[in-house]
């Protein structure tokens, strides 16, 4: 299809490295924090990846792409649907 591959967001330091922008993904994170599998019983350690963490990092990628800051950006509704992060 000719497009550019995406850079994971773990191999980029500055803004210009996102320019094709940035794949969050982990291959065996989990949508659920390590608490939730804890308080069933199961120990799946601290250092799992899970979508809050991936939702950090996409946090700290806006705060790097708008130094200005986030507090008059527009947040598409479908995002909001999918998971309720704070963006300001």
């Not at 550019?4 to 773990?10: A, S």
């Not at 094709?20 to 308080?39: E, I, K, Q, Y």
């Not at 996409?58 to 649907?81: E, I, K, T």
């Given at each position: 299809m000719?497009?550019?591959?995406?850079?994971?967001?773990?191999?980029?330091?500055?803004a210009?490295?996102?320019?094709?922008?940035?794949?969050?993904?982990v291959?065996?994170?989990?949508?659920?924090g390590?608490?939730?599998?804890r308080?069933?019983?199961?120990n799946?350690?601290?250092?799992?990846?899970?979508?809050?963490?991936?939702?950090?990092?996409?946090?700290?990628?806006?705060?790097?792409?708008?130094?200005?800051?986030?507090s008059?950006m527009?947040?598409?509704?479908?995002?909001?649907?999918?998971h309720?992060?704070?963006l300001?």
């Amino acid at each position: 299809m000719g497009l550019p591959f995406v850079r994971p967001y773990l191999s980029g330091r500055r803004a210009e490295d996102f320019a094709c922008g940035a794949n969050f993904a982990v291959g065996g994170a989990t949508a659920l924090g390590p608490d939730f599998f804890r308080d069933r019983g199961f120990n799946i350690g601290d250092g799992r990846v899970h979508l809050d963490l991936e939702m950090k990092w996409f946090r700290n990628l806006l705060d790097l792409l708008c130094p200005g800051g986030r507090s008059g950006m527009a947040v598409p509704f479908y995002l909001l649907q999918l998971h309720p992060l704070s963006l300001t």
